[in-house]
């Protein structure tokens, strides 16, 4: 082989396994996304199969307990509205109701943020 066609072979080389160092990088990426995926949709399923266990003795005759959270300053005779009852079953479900991670699965206990919009 000629010197010129060594350096060229090598080249060549370098330029695939910076292609394969690129294609690593990008799989371990994907890797991530879906073992961060596995576990959310883990903790999501534990969730909801506590949630059917507690609601099959509603099947049987016997009713769910409702969650009920009180307003600051709220008389005992006032009704809280449908919707801020919505807002506390999604609460106490799991999810996240305040304006920073709305809708998304709680999964560190409890949201300071959920807690002070439930007591304004």
Wanted: with cysteine; hydrophobic share 35%.
């Amino acid at each position: 082989m000629e010197k010129k066609s060594i350096f060229a072979h090598i080249q060549e080389m370098e330029t695939q396994m910076g292609q394969i160092h690129s294609d690593l990088g990008e799989m371990k990426l994907i890797m991530k996304e879906l073992l961060e995926e596995n576990h959310r949709l883990t903790l999501e399923n534990e969730h909801l199969r506590k949630i059917l266990k507690e609601a099959l003795p509603a099947e049987e005759g016997t009713p769910l307990p409702q969650p009920h959270v009180t307003m600051k300053n709220e008389h005992p005779n006032e009704v809280v509205g449908e919707g801020y009852d919505n807002l506390a079953r999604l609460y106490h479900e799991g999810f996240h109701i305040c304006n920073v991670y709305y809708g998304h699965l709680r999964t560190e206990g409890d949201c300071l943020f959920c807690l002070s919009f439930l007591n304004k």
